[in-house]
């Protein structure tokens, strides 16, 4: 039966079916269509037959056509959601202001059909794939709709009909189980096969998915039809097992059981093992500390823990630890193996087995919109997360897969609704977090931290590819998006267990990447892990450590936050017990990754600033708290020891990790609460163990003694310095520093933002991109929130970028306010904040620039001290730090030792203590705390202060210090001369007493060391002793056996307290005497010391001490009345002296060096002047004629190589330094002045038929059809498309210099931007690109007065002259250098340009071509310079634009070249011109091609060729009788051309009023009517122009007339006036546009030179012979065309000379207008859309950067365009980077953009996706250079583009 049916028409067994099953008995029907599917989709038969679906198409459109049911059901669609699915590389749109969800993304369609007029949005390039949420009110607000999705289209669909889908429910299910099979089928265990099989499968299931993805593009009704088909069990049930009799199926489903089999998390023989083994000691993993982590309750001793872990030969950690994990997991169903019930299920579970195949992902999601199906599929997701995972391990394509799991899993978790209800029944969170901690094992390692071989922590192993390649960021990422729901991230933080796993997960972290510092040899290999390590912290802690700070926002949460700090401090206390931690670091390693410590800072943080918690409620004891500031403080020392260069053996990376931990977007995950979490310590800790400890961690306890020496056993002496200052630093940054101590977050976005913009003046998006947001996206702190725009108008003003034409391309930029410069700049932030150190001198430069401006303070100033917000009450306990007496004695020494002059002392450091001593003063402490402090440390300390205020310590004196010194120190050899002068000191019982006292005063540190241990003691004793066996030495002092000088004691006087060293010091700094007197205090008032240098900071403090304590005030009076002069200090050392002499040394090099440095300026700017001289063409090395010099000498030229100056002779050319580029400027040249618009429809088209270059083209061909060719290439220019032009930058150089110059550049191996083979070099000089020499012809100034002086011969004479001087022959030139030389220039200029620019010629090579050529590339260098000064020579002789000119030389070289060609004097132009001939017409008639008429010529072109080919050099009264007769011509062809616009009636009227005047021969009317009249014998003439002549409706007026013959003949008369300033050295006269032409005339002698500036046209014509008579010989040689074909010819009489400016395209003002047209536009070559596509800004053409399939004979599109539309310049704006480029000939630059956005900035690469804008004065800058062919000298950064653009 089946098989009858298929023979038969698919159609109507469709229909017939169709009918069969309606009927209410339909089981006959059904009995058919399962036989005939059976046959149809039998598995067996090879995917690729495309019979089957062509069969399913028929039978699911029951006889309809196919298309025609696919319109149908369309008409159905009840769907109010897009969710149009796109993948990598779609470009789609992100609207904040409408999202709810941070993911919420819109396709271009709905964007553009939305309202988001004033919204913050951008475009961005989908890297995953994504869909759009157009109409899910679950993800965007609604009023963000289209307008398509706005309305509820469910409502109004009427309800499908019943027969319509029947079909499809019968077909589909066995459709989808035959693709099902054919998964099975061909999937083989990666080990066994390559992926390129799973590929191959794919492929050839390829139609049937895409059959699928159609089907759910049908709208809602069949979407629904699928869904009960994917979902439906008992279908499943009943296909998935195959028919019993089916071997194939059979197999298939073995196959698909054995796939299941390790789908699992844990295996199943792993599991069976462990079925016995209880839950207690038996499953412990190795690492204890997971022990108590993860819910089991028996618990181990250590030694039988150590037992078990030698048993475990460490290898089967891994192992165990799995199936500790599997037992402890609430749900033990995520371990198991997968069981698919339904069809949805195993098509993801191949989807995931093949790796999440494109097409397959696509149609998952093209199902979403369907709100059943978005549920079981979210559900099914789930269920198979832990497989992904494993799936995603194995992978080889890892980064591809990611993309595709996120593309499906953003699409179901950002949605809460969902999230929440999946959390709830599918144990979601429980098998997130078992899934990452089961992943991360793959990669643990053996934690080295603090005692190697006891350490039992395990930590990843960063060199893993897991963590290396990011693998695990889809989980992640998964993670971070449902935490950000807070219905799910409180449902997290109640659930303790899973709590404890997610600590355990992040333990994993705690410690990894430890650095161990290389003492030494440099380290062999520098890895590079770290950039894993920063990325696995980031994200994987970080991110969901913010995302849940999120929801602990307000008072209720306080449950929460309590749980978590429990649990980190457990965790953090098992993490110490693990590594073996008692109270010292191991010195020399460090680790930047204390995950659990951060988490602990901003839980405490957020605690106490948003819900009110007391912080002591949330700490532990202090020894817990002794041990959480070991490394955190560990890694601030190191980081100065880094900085220090003491790590500088581990190689670069160790300073990309410190660099890498300040970064912006790691900072307030790093450094931010490792500071924080210190900040809490130190106001908890006693004061005094804080600051030893400190000291002691920056291995500066030795530095501060008062002796001049002293001996550091761990720092050698040029790290002291940077040392020390970093600890100081780090104090004053604890002490000051109040992000988290109680600032609001609009003041630490302000001080943020304040503190970028001191180092350097920033772009939006890198101000953007460098403030710290809340690094977790979801956060809801976006930063382009309304807060950031209002601080940043607040503290910034908007730069506008500036533009010069030669100059760097600026972006908009936001510069500090003045006021933020005098109140707010903070450089403790900026110290913070900066990666570079540079960055922190950049901005103290900048704020000495603004003091200076401001005039407030012209010294180098110091940084500025600045008020802090208050200290929240939780934290006062952080000023105890300033009053304690071990930092007091620490300032007491440094002030001691600066004044002194010790070594390693250096204005930082004294800044930093000054800064100490302020923020002491400026923060109390309470008075009556000072009873309650332990009595302990009074004994201990009372001889050097006191108490613990700063205020009171500050007075006090202290007389006699005992210090151990080396015994070669200064110290003791004084003591040895008192002692051999028998001096004994005066014994005072003063002094006596304070000797005694100095036994106690013994060496300060070891006292600090000593009160550690005692601190410890006491701590120890309330802990149980048995720790005290372990404890190693405390490490206060390593004493190596054996050390240099033996240390004596010594006892010093002093005398001094902090107040007296603050004076001497400010006298020292001042070098005056007396620099405070006595009634200074008076006057004092800090306020007014905000600004300036350390002085002004020492009259600050003194000032504020004196105001805060009447006991100051009165000591100070008393020190500054006593004012003895400072004890010159002893040079303690020979290091001092020198020290001291290195300074002054300095200081006088410095000031040699700006000396040089002026003269080198100046010198600079004369040579500018005179070299650069851009504005007077005139003022040439060359001196064209030598007109300044006495008139008898030779020209001389200076070689810029060899440095002498000298004459260019025939053996020793000179020659200019040129760069000759073939340009098609001139011929993109149109009529009219508007620029053409950039089309941005279909409807737009650009026609190129009107430039210059196509009329030029036309013209020519016209001609050649014609007439002669010999006479056509004489006939007009060429050159207006890749015409050669010359430029120089005006210096000059011996040619033989020159060779030997390419010849070192040749061996110079160093990677140039130009080619030496191509001739390309730059001036030695002046840098600036060439190509060729250009030689200057040896000429002296004598000749050239002889050459000027005018004439009185008569015209006549003169006509005669030059007739002869063309008669005269050219003589070949001797052989010389020289010679040489100007072929081989010849042959550059030929080279410059393309072959197809030089033969226009009917037959190639002939020398009419060369003569063409030859005398079109001075026509195309006068023109062009014509362009560069406006179009006209108003501007007179000084045009800027008109830079240094070679046209002389040029014209020399040219001019010899074209002497070789003589012109047949039958055919010379010139008798034509002169003379009336008799009786040529029968010559014409024998010839078919005749000679170009007169009248057809173009006279500029004459004018060359005259020019060129006379013996050079030309005399002016033969230049100017050539110009006259030219002149004739060229306005009787104005005359002609004027005549054919006239209608017949005018052109009568006209005839008739000049033959009235005929006795005035020289008026217009006259010649006109003369000229109308000889033309009216030619018949043709005046016919062909009549529909033309209709259209003009102008009325002529003469003065209409005249203005046109005027404008006619203009552009002649400019060449030949440029010409003549060019041979002759004339100047070129200023004046008002109207005069233009009487002041030409004028200057070419035309007419005599007259007072009236209106010179009739008419009046300057000077005929010699008759003039009728020549007229209407010229007409007459058109009578003689009376022919067929001159209907034609006769359009070439109206040639118009007049052509307007080169513009550029004109393009829109918005860039998403070229984007939206022409980014989806396809290549016209194979209709695909090009990766890259490029538009072409001179013509509008649509290219391929780069495209393969444009490619022809190796070069891509790009470049052969520019070599067609610009002879090698092309332009081209790339539409998906709104960059421009810049092709020259075989090398390309990145120009930038012409486009901006709001904020002045460029957007390369579309990265932000922000609206931009165009910048007119970017794109002028660009037509500019162009224009002025300046892109090689203005644009610095060329390389070769290889053809490949």
Known sequence: MAASLIRRDKKAIAAHLKADLNRTDNSSGLRQL???????????????????????????????????????????????????????????????????????????????????????????????????????????????????????????????????????????????????????????????????????????????????????????????????????????????MGQEENVYAKRNYEKYLSALKSSGLVSVEEK?????????????????????????????????????????????????????????????????????????????????????????????????????????????????????????????????????????????????????????????????????????????????????????????????????????????????????????????????????????????????????????????????????????????????????????????????????VRYCLETLQIWFDAIGFVDEPTPNQVTFHLPLHRYYAMFLSKAVKCQGLDLDSLLPDQEMLMKIMVHPLQIQACLSEIHSNMWVRNGLQIKGQAMTYVQSHFCNSMIDPDIYLLQVCASRLDPDYFISSVFERFKVVDLLTMASQHQNTVLDAEQERPMLEGALTFLVILCSLRIHLGMTDDEILRAEMVSQLCMNDRTHSSLLDLIPENPNPKSGIVPGSCSFEEVLSAVADFKAPVFEPGGSMQQGMYTPKAEVWEKEFDPIMVILRTVYRRDVQSAMDRYAAFLKQSGIHTGNPWPPYKERTLLHPCYRGLIRLLHCKTLHIVIFTLLYKIWMDHQNMSEHVLCMVLYLVELGLDNHIQE???????????????????????????????????????????????????????????????????????????????????????????????????????????????????????????????????????????????????????????????????????????????????????HSKRCLQDICGRVCPPVPPKKNSPGDKKSMDKEERRQRARERQQKLLAEFASRQKSFMETAMDVESPEAEAAMDVGSAEPLDTEILYDCVICGQSGPSTDDRPTGLVVLLQASSVLGHRCRSDEAKRLPTSDEERIFPEDTCGATNDVRLTQM?????????????????????????????????????????????????????????????????????????????????????????????TLIKEVEDLQEELGIFPTESNLTKEMESVIKDIKNATQKKYMDYGKNAGSPDNDFLFMYSVARTNLELELVHRGGNLCSGGASAAAKRSCLNQLFHVLAMHMRLYSIDSAYNPWTRLTQITQNREPEYGDEEHPEVPMLFRDVPSLLIIFVLTMPQPLRKEHFTCIVKVLYTLQYTQALAALSVKFSPEERLAWSNTGASKKNTPNSWETLLSHVISELTKARSVYETRSEETMLSSTVWSPRSIEFTLQQFCLPFLRLSCLLQHHLYGDNLPACPLEEEFSLLVGSLGLTAPQSSSHVSSAACLEWNVNLYELISQWCSELLSLNGAPSQQSMKLLVQDPQWSAPRLLQLPDNYNTIFQYYHRKSCSVCNKTPKDPALCLVCGTFVCLKGLCCKQQGICECVLHSQHCGAGTGIFLLINASVIIIIRGHRFCLWGSVYLDAHGEEDRDLRRGKPLFLCEERYRVLEQQWVSHTFDHINKRWGPHYNGL
């Open 34 to 240: 399962q036989e005939l599917l059976d046959t149809v989709l039998n598995p067996e038969k090879a995917a690729a037959d495309t019979e089957a679906l062509d069969w399913c198409k028929y039978l699911l459109a029951g006889g309809d056509g196919f298309d025609e049911f696919c319109r149908t059901v369309r008409s159905y669609d009840n769907a109010t959601l897009c969710g149009l699915v796109w993948t990598a590389n779609f470009v789609a749109y992100r609207c904040r202001t409408c999202g709810i969800s941070p993911c919420m993304s819109l396709c271009a369609e709905c964007f553009n059909n939305g309202d988001h007029t004033g919204h913050d949005f951008n475009m961005f390039r989908s890297q995953a794939g994504g869909a759009c949420d157009c109409g899910d009110s679950n993800v965007m607000r609604e009023s963000g709709f289209c307008r398509r999705h706005r309305l509820k289209t469910g409502e109004n669909v009427p309800s499908v009909p019943h027969d319509l889908l029947l079909m499809s429910e019968m077909v589909l299910p066995r459709f989808i189980i035959s693709i099902i099979q054919y998964l099975r089928d061909g999937y083989t265990e990666p080990e066994s096969a390559t992926d390129r099989d799973l590929q191959k499968v794919l492929q050839q299931l390829e139609p049937q998915i895409s059959f699928l993805e159609d089907l759910t593009k049908m709208g809602g009704a069949m979407r629904t039809v699928l869904t009960k088909i994917l979902t439906n069990q008992q279908t499943f049930k009943e296909l998935s």
């Open 272 to 564: 069976s093992s462990t079925a016995a083994a209880t839950t207690g000691t038996a499953d412990l993993p190795a690492g204890a500390g997971a022990l108590n982590l993860l819910g089991a309750t028996a618990a181990a001793s250590p030694d039988e823990e150590n037992k078990e872990e030698d048993q475990d030969a460490g290898q089967c950690v891994g192992q165990r630890k799995r199936v500790k994990l599997s037992s402890s997991t609430k749900d033990p169903s995520i371990m198991d193996t997968l069981k698919h019930k339904c069809f949805l299920e195993e098509l993801l579970f191949w989807t995931i087995k093949y790796e999440f195949p494109q097409k397959m992902v696509t149609f998952l999601l093209n199902m979403l919109p369907d709100q059943d199906y978005k549920i079981t599929f979210t559900k099914t997701f789930v269920q198979h997360y832990a497989f992904i995972m494993k799936t995603l391990m194995k992978s080889h394509e890892s980064d591809t897969m990611s993309n595709r799991i996120v593309h499906i899993s953003v699409q179901l978790f950002s949605n809460e609704e969902l999230a929440r209800h999946v959390t709830e029944e599918c144990q979601l969170l429980d098998i997130m977090v078992t899934v990452l901690l089961y992943m991360m094992e793959s990669c643990l390692i053996k934690s080295e931290l603090q005692d190697d071989e006891n350490n039992r922590h395990v930590v990843v192993n960063c060199g893993e590819a897991l963590l290396k390649n990011n693998t695990y960021w889809p989980l992640v990422s998964d993670f971070i998006n449902i935490l950000s729901h807070q219905s799910v991230a409180k449902r997290f933080l109640e659930d303790h267990s899973l709590l404890m796993l997610w600590m355990s997960f992040v333990s994993f972290f705690q410690g990894m990447n430890l650095n161990k510092r290389e003492l030494n040899e440099h380290v062999e290999f520098e890895s590079q892990t770290y950039y894993a390590a920063f990325a696995a912290e980031l994200e994987a802690c970080a991110q969901p450590m913010w995302g849940l700070l999120t929801h602990c926002k307000i008072k209720e949460t306080q449950e929460y936050t309590k749980t978590v």
């Open 928 to 1110: 009556d705390k000072d009873d309650e402090e332990p009595c302990i440390e009074e004994h201990c300390h009372d001889s050097w202060f006191p108490g613990t205020s700063l205020l009171s310590n500050l007075h006090h004196v202290i007389n006699f210090v005992r210090v151990r010194v080396p015994e070669t120190a200064p110290e003791v050899e004084r003591k040895r001369e008192r002692e051999r002068e028998r001096e004994t000191p005066p014994s005072t019982s003063a002094e006596s007493s304070s000797f005694g006292q100095n036994l106690r005063e013994a060496q300060l540190f070891s006292l600090v060391a000593e009160r550690r241990r005692k601190f410890q003691e006491i701590i120890n004793r309330s802990n149980h002793e048995a720790n005290q066996a372990v404890r190693p030495k405390s490490s206060s002092r390593w004493h190596p056996p054996g050390s240099p000088p033996q240390m004596v004691t010594e006892i010093l006087e002093i005398r001094e307290s902090m107040l007296s060293l603050l004076v001497k010091l400010h006298q020292k700094l001042s070098a005056k005497q007396n620099s405070l007197s006595p009634g200074w205090l008076e006057e004092a008032d800090p306020a007014h010391h905000a600004h300036g240098d350390g002085i002004t900071a020492i009259e600050r403090i003194l000032a504020k001490a004196a105001s805060r304590s009447r």
């Open 1264 to 1356: 050649q059809h014609h007439f002669k060719d010999s006479s056509c290439l004489q006939s007009v220019s060429i050159g207006w498309d890749g015409g050669v032009y010359v430029q120089t930058c005006g210096h000059t150089l011996h040619i033989d210099c020159h060779k030997s110059y390419m010849e070192s550049l040749r061996n110079d191996q160093v990677l140039q931007g130009f080619s030496v083979d191509k001739g390309e070099f730059t001036c030695p000089l002046c840098r600036q690109f060439a190509n060729s020499v250009l030689p200057c012809k040896p000429g002296r100034g004598t000749e050239a007065g002889a050459w000027h002086t005018p004439s009185s011969k008569s015209s006549a």
